[in-house]
């Protein structure tokens, strides 16, 4: 094992006996790998690299325990790469540098480098300037790692030098595999120690590691640790034990992982239902729960244009600074912010006009296909076409009274059509009456 700086830099797949579980049982190549085959799959992205021998500097997103650090490590073993694993947590400058200096000698001896950064998000804008040019050069090949979306946390010049990979939670049946493995392991797991266990209690485990690995084994390594032996040296585990001690509550509330898209669904709908208490209270189940506030505010601004829109156009705005402020401010001064858009958007007067009015819009684009321009509506750019009508006949809105004048604007074959119908609650109703005298003005001249 190499240290840089503070941090201990691990190599090799193998841990100590006494090293968790969930450190023990880490894939040692890519046949022991679970999940992610929108990646490894045949003939999907990773694998094609991985085929070629080649492996670009990727930015690993995904939610705890879905194998990136793993993935990194493997990536790394395939193309016989030096790997230095750094925690942006305790690591500065000083550390990068004195891995720049040890990927300078490696690739004098024909080695490349891998810089695995777990928790990149958290490296400040410096410390990600620092890694440009490196990257840049291929001095080293940057896997980062984060569970915070990339886009708002890792600088621009150093994204669009990095290929941004999702990885998804495991699924169900993924973990129950792996539980098994767990069990069956006589180097790193139970294999070779006297555990009988009944089979529903992995399925409950694997159900409620709503998709992480790591917490689906410490969860088994703790049942079977925590299992005095019996007479016969034998520890028994039954689906009571469970229930009974400490997994109880989880397993009621979150079957499957789908609490976390029953509470977003609760809280839109209290939102769309105009009840602001219910959206308090759903938006306080969220945050203690640990949610990330921007899957929140995504709901937030998602129900501002699709629920209130037009009605009272206020709402977005106040989604929108409630998302800026909690940037700024973070936790917990920005939960303040989330529930503030909460309920205005909750007591905004509702219509969903422009979300059916896009919708018929995206139906006429399907049936009709790209329909032509109205010449009127084309730019004359170019002498040849001014020539072919370009422009001709087009009326200046801004030459009429009012600033209005009737004129077809979409293309013949979709005249007279109308997607956008105004309620006549709150800014709506001025729309509505201004858009009412427009269309009778269209039907009188005949356009």
């Known amino acids: 094992m190499k240290t840089i700086g503070r941090k201990p830099v691990e190599r090799g797949s193998l841990f100590g006996p006494r090293a968790p579980l969930a450190d023990r049982l880490r894939p040692r190549d890519f046949s022991e790998f679970l999940g992610q085959e929108h990646l490894l799959g045949p003939q999907k992205l990773l694998r094609r690299l991985l085929d070629a021998g080649r492996l670009p500097s990727l930015i690993l997103w995904g939610p705890p325990g879905c194998g990136k650090t793993t993935l990194a490590r493997l990536l790394a073993q395939k193309i016989k790469a030096y790997w230095v694993g750094l925690s942006a947590v305790d690591s500065g400058l000083k550390d990068l540098r004195a891995v720049v200096e040890a990927a300078q000698e490696k690739r004098a001896l024909g080695q490349a480098t891998v810089l695995f950064l777990d928790e990149i998000h958290r490296f400040n804008k410096a410390q990600q300037d620092f890694l440009l040019p490196y990257v840049e050069s291929g001095l080293i090949t940057l896997i980062g790692a984060t569970t915070e979306n990339p886009s708002f946390s890792v600088i621009g010049p150093l994204?669009?030098?990095?290929?941004?990979?999702?990885?998804?939670?495991l699924k169900t049946e993924d973990l129950r595999k792996l539980l098994q493995r767990a069990l069956e392991d006589p180097e790193r797991g139970y294999g070779k120690e006297a555990v009988e266990i009944e089979p529903k209690v992995l399925d409950l485990l694997a159900e409620a590691a709503e998709g992480d690995a790591r917490v689906a084994l410490n969860l088994l390594e703790t049942l079977i640790e925590s299992a005095p032996p019996d007479q016969e040296g034998r520890r028994r585990i039954r689906r009571e034990d469970l229930e009974r001690v400490f997994l109880e509550r989880p397993l009621r509330h979150d079957r499957a992982g789908e609490e976390h898209y029953n509470l977003l669904s609760a809280f839109h709908k209290s939102l769309r239902g105009s009840d602001p208490d219910a959206a308090l209270y759903w938006l306080?189940?969220?945050l203690e729960a640990g949610e990330d506030p921007r899957v929140i505010l995504r709901r937030i601004l998602a129900a501002a244009s699709e629920d209130v829109g037009n009605a009272d156009p206020m709402a977005?705005?106040?989604?929108?600074?409630?998302?800026?402020a909690y940037e700024f401010l973070g936790l917990p001064e920005g939960e303040l912010a989330?529930?503030?858009?909460?309920?205005?958007v909750a007591c905004a007067p509702k219509s969903n006009a422009v979300y059916k009015g896009l919708s018929a819009a995206k139906e006429d684009v399907r049936r009709h296909g790209?329909?032509?321009?109205?010449?009127?509506?084309?730019n004359p750019v170019t002498a040849l076409m001014r020539a072919l009508g370009y422009g001709r006949g087009y009326k200046y809105a801004h030459d009429y009274p009012q600033g209005f004048v009737p004129q077809e604007y979409l293309p013949e074959a979709l005249k007279d059509r109308i997607y956008y119908r105004p309620t006549e609650r709150g800014t709506e109703k001025d729309f509505q009456e201004r858009l009412r005298l427009w269309w009778e003005k269209r039907r009188t001249l005949k356009i």
């Not at 977005?316 to 800026?324: D, H, I, P, R, T």
């Not at 790209?370 to 084309?378: F, N, S």
Request: charged residues 20%; proline residues 8%; aromatic residues 2%.
């Open 284 to 286: 306080a189940r969220m």
């Open 370 to 378: 790209a329909l032509p321009v109205p010449k009127h509506l084309r």
């Open 338 to 344: 989330l529930a503030q858009a909460a309920v205005y």
């Open 159 to 169: 994204l669009s030098r990095c290929k941004v990979l999702v990885l998804k939670p």
């Open 316 to 324: 977005l705005l106040v989604a929108v600074a409630a998302k800026e």
